[in-house]
């Protein structure tokens, strides 16, 4: 899991801390990033959610291989 946070530019609207998301992200053993419209992060998130899948679908694939347990 990845958590993204969208509008973070935006701080009169925000409704969670820095320390929030992290703690939530920490507790789900998950990166977080703080996005905006204006591109900042938007490349590193989706980057590490693609390799994040990467990693799933590999390991999947490995379990199927090895057959019933």
Do not use: C, H
Request: net charge negative; hydrophobic share 45%; no cysteine.
């Amino acid at each position: 899991m990845v958590v993204i946070v969208n509008n973070w530019d935006m701080e009169a609207d925000r409704a969670i801390g820095v320390e929030e998301v992290a703690a939530f992200s920490q507790a789900y053993g998950s990166e977080f990033f703080l996005i905006s419209a204006t591109g900042d992060q938007v490349e590193a998130a989706f980057q590490s959610l693609g390799e994040r899948i990467v990693v799933f679908r590999r390991a999947k694939a490995e379990r199927e291989s090895q057959g019933p347990p």
